[in-house]
């Protein structure tokens, strides 16, 4: 793609080209984001089943047995968090949100085949491809602002994507600088290098939101409480 030209440098063939490659990016945020969200409502929907499962079991035993107050009281606090959770994540609407963002993704890629076909209509002038574009770049404006943001990460992944699709992703590593002439001292000043960017592209790779943070809560918490519950005695 190379260096980007100054405002005043660019012509209208140049203007589109860039665009698209925006809209591509968007719209792979896009894709990843509603691959994401039903990602998590796929996960949500196997823990409301362990939720009910467990709490349903263990308040049905409790009742059985009611002598045992410590697990009567255990069983009611987990089946109250298991609605409070399940009242939570229904108002997130992880599905309808994907779903939204899928068709917000065709969409953008409807943009971009306009926008494909004014480069390529070769019997246009320079003014009618710049009519044309600007209608394009109206339609595109709407469209963004009826439809929800992606986050940080997705547009990071986006991005990767790009420089992946265009061949820009094959830099030198530090370490492959290495030479025999190399000192020691700058030997370690590569190796922090190296895994330092190997720790910022880890970050980078996996999501760290506070949805997934939620998810892995309950993967521990249940599991605790039906071993606590089983050490109540």
Known sequence: MGEIRDFKDRDIDYEINLKCNSIDTVRAARINTSKRLYEYAEKWELIFLAMSLVSTGLLVYALINPENKERLALSALFSIYSLLVQNFVAKLNYNERALKLHH???????FLLELKSIIFQKKLNEDEKKEK??????????????????????HKYAKKYQKQKYNQGNSQSDMDK???????????????ISHFLCIE????????????????FQYILIPSVFIWYLLLS
């Open 104 to 110: 917000h993704q065709l969409e953008l890629e409807d």
């Open 133 to 154: 574009y600007q209608q394009v770049m109206f339609k595109y404006q709407i469209s963004l602002r009826g439809n929800e943001n992606h986050s940080d990460y997705d």
């Open 178 to 192: 290495v030479t025999e002439g190399t000192t020691e001292e700058d030997k370690k000043k590569c190796w922090l």
């Open 201 to 216: 592209e880890f970050i980078k790779r996996h999501d760290f939101s506070w949805n997934k943070f939620l998810i892995w």
